[in-house]
């Protein structure tokens, strides 16, 4: 994925999806009339068209005052301004750039080093310190690419000169990289904290358990499939290797300590805790490895600054189109859909997780939270389901999404990586999608799972 890929994004034309957005505009001119109807017909047309997302949430938006005269046009500027007019969005850039600093540092292969002593000894030892790695990672970047980009350049190259199967290699890989947003800090968790309204900290927070609950689920399936294949061990335990890698990578592995810790007992705010994360990689770096240069700073900085352009225009286009949907009752409309069901707990959950999985595999996760939130967040709320809880949920679905095509960020970033075939890395990654729709089952009809830490620590 190039540093633009988000506004670059293209969906391509497929059958499904146009029979899908059909579908979707029957039901929506049904419930909503004429009107709203043209502003979802727009913004899909747009996107199989090939526009880029930003442009087309913010040109469908306009279209729809335009023509509806509802309101003056210059509503979209204003709107699209106070949608970035939030505090936590400051913590997204400081993320971004803490994230390519520690890949760009060398801290990727200490962490895969350390990994490998602790876990290596285990049957399909290669596949368990890919998922250990992982979830060390996750507590640095806060998102799933950065984690397919660079720790998977390091976990591929070492599971094949060990003998492991492509596609094995490649499923865990991906699948693993979902652990990146779930455990804090989290991008997609700040994005959803800003248009839920919900505390980034509590979030954070949530995240903590589901996180390590994917990486056990995910390491009982490579223990599975590891048995069935016979993959057997990659190393001898040993306290002297253990002591070694450790001594190499302590630094390293204080990030998430500070990260965490911090925000945990309240030493600093979420984006607080960005800022300390990017000096403490600075640190790291400059002072310490001595691993940057200044022209590495000079690139890392430059795509920092483009991929939050994105990010933000987004958000902010994002933001107008959600203002639309909640001043049209859209949500309301949705409830009434649903009839009897509406009131149902487990009927809300499971509609919000079918409408999250369809939207993950066509959208981008920034630009579906944004849209999506607004919509499912009111149904969820009426029948009781905490705000919290519902972040994680949602953030989970579009993770699956990350791995499913039409889009599949993750795994076309894997197969630039790895330099294999689009069809191939899809073969790999299906196996590992059953353990990771499991763990979004718990979470959903398991609230305590996301909400005990926040509670014990916030409430």
């Known amino acids: 994925m190039s540093r ?58 306009l279209m729809f005052v335009l023509i509806s005269g509802q309101v003056p046009d210059i509503v979209v500027a204003h709107r699209m301004i106070n949608g970035l007019d939030s505090f936590p969005l400051l913590a997204i850039p400081f993320f971004i750039f803490a994230g390519s600093l520690m890949n760009n540092a060398g801290i990727t292969g200490r962490i895969f080093d350390f990994a490998k002593a602790v876990m290596g000894w285990m049957r399909g030892g290669l596949g368990h310190v890919n998922v250990g790695a992982s979830v060390v990672f996750a507590g640095m970047s806060g998102a799933a690419v950065a984690d397919a ?54 979030l954070f927070a949530a995240g903590l358990v589901p996180g390590l609950l994917m990486a056990l689920i995910l390491m009982l399936m490579i223990f599975i499939i590891s048995r069935r294949r016979g993959y057997t061990a990659d190393a001898i335990f040993s306290w002297r ?4 890698t450790f001594k190499r990578a302590i630094l390293s ?32 770096g400059v002072v310490f490895y001595r691993t940057l240069r200044w022209r590495q700073l000079l690139k890392v900085s430059m795509e920092t600054i483009e991929t939050t352009a994105v990010i933000m225009f987004i958000v ?76 994680v949920i949602m953030v989970l679905n579009l993770m699956i999404g990350l791995l499913t095509p039409p889009v599949g960020m993750v ?33 959903t009809f398991i609230p305590s799972l996301s909400l005990w830490l926040p509670t014990l620590v916030y409430r």
């Open 241 to 244: 290797v253990l002591g070694y």
């Open 253 to 284: 592995l204080m990030t998430p300590m500070i990260i965490i810790g911090g925000i945990i007992t309240g030493a600093f705010t979420p984006t607080e805790s960005a800022v300390a994360a990017v000096v403490y990689a600075l640190f790291l």
């Open 149 to 202: 980009g660079g720790l998977g350049t390091v976990e591929i190259k070492a599971m094949r000169d060990a003998g492991y199967d492509d596609e094995f290699a490649l499923g865990i890989t991906a699948a693993s990289s979902t652990i990146g947003p779930i455990i804090p800090p989290s991008l997609p968790m700040v994005i959803y904290g800003v248009m839920a309204s919900a505390s980034v900290g509590q």
């Open 316 to 391: 902010a286009a994002a933001s107008i189109f959600a203002w639309i949907l909640t001043s049209n009752q859209v949500t309301q409309n949705l409830v009434a859909l649903l009839g009897p069901f509406a009131d149902s707990k487990l009927a809300v959950l499971m509609f919000s997780n079918l409408v999250l999985l369809i939207v993950g595999c066509f959208m981008e996760t920034i630009a579906a939270i944004t849209i999506l939130v607004p919509v499912l967040l009111p149904m969820a709320i009426a029948v009781g389901v905490d705000p919290v809880h519902f972040g």
């Open 4 to 61: 633009l890929s988000m506004l670059r994004w293209r969906a391509p034309v497929v059958t499904p999806l146009l029979s899908a957005l059909a579908l979707l505009g029957c039901v929506v001119l049904a419930l909503t009339g004429y009107h709203l109807s043209f502003l979802f017909f727009s913004l899909f047309t747009m996107l199989v068209l090939g526009v880029p997302i930003a442009i087309s949430l913010a040109g469908s938006c």
């Open 411 to 443: 795994l076309y970033v894997l197969t630039r990586v790895a330099n294999v075939s689009f069809e191939q890395c899809m073969r790999g990654t299906i196996p590992f999608l059953i353990p990771l729709f499991l763990c979004l089952m718990l979470v």
